[in-house]
């Protein structure tokens, strides 16, 4: 599994407009080339899937299994001997909010994909992270 928490000065309502907006991640955020969503409803419910694209990964489609509004929501890609799991989470903190980010596989593939990926892994959703954190730090500032 891999973690990463980033904390922030803006309040949470503000940084779950960020995250929850899915579809506008590849203009925000430099790991994705596109998110479209697949099947389902508008706006990131239970349910709806995503086809999402990252440089050098196959795409995969992701279908939201929780959602929570202005906190979390979790989404998970499957594919034989593999599931990925993405969880996006935000918490007040006393100063604003922070975002952590979680990705986790399982299935007989896991291992090997843990092995092969893990690290770069890491380093992709720390990135994500800090990217959607500077969009609403720059919403704030901008406003």
């Known amino acids: 599994m891999k973690q990463v928490k980033v904390a922030s000065t803006v309040d949470a309502g503000t940084l779950w407009q960020v995250v929850s907006d899915v579809t506008a991640w590849p203009d925000?955020?430099?790991?994705?080339?596109?998110?479209?969503?697949?099947?389902?409803?508008p706006g990131e419910r239970a349910g709806a899937r995503y086809r999402v694209a990252q440089p050098g990964l196959p795409s995969a489609v992701y279908e939201v299994t929780q959602w929570l509004p202005g906190h979390s929501f979790t989404w998970v890609?499957?594919?034989?001997?593999?599931t990925s799991t993405a969880r996006h989470e935000i918490t007040e903190t006393p100063t604003g909010a922070a975002l952590e980010l979680t990705l986790a596989w399982s299935g007989v593939l896991a291992p090997l994909?843990?092995?092969?990926?893990?690290?770069?892994?890491?380093?992709?959703?720390?990135?994500?992270?800090?990217?959607?954190?500077?969009?609403?730090?720059?919403?704030?500032?901008?406003?």
């Open 113 to 143: 994909v843990r092995a092969l990926v893990g690290p770069r892994a890491g380093r992709l959703i720390a990135g994500e992270a800090a990217a959607m954190v500077a969009e609403a730090e720059r919403r704030v500032r901008g406003a």
């Open 28 to 41: 925000l955020v430099p790991t994705f080339t596109s998110v479209a969503l697949v099947d389902g409803r």
């Open 77 to 82: 890609a499957r594919s034989p001997g593999l």
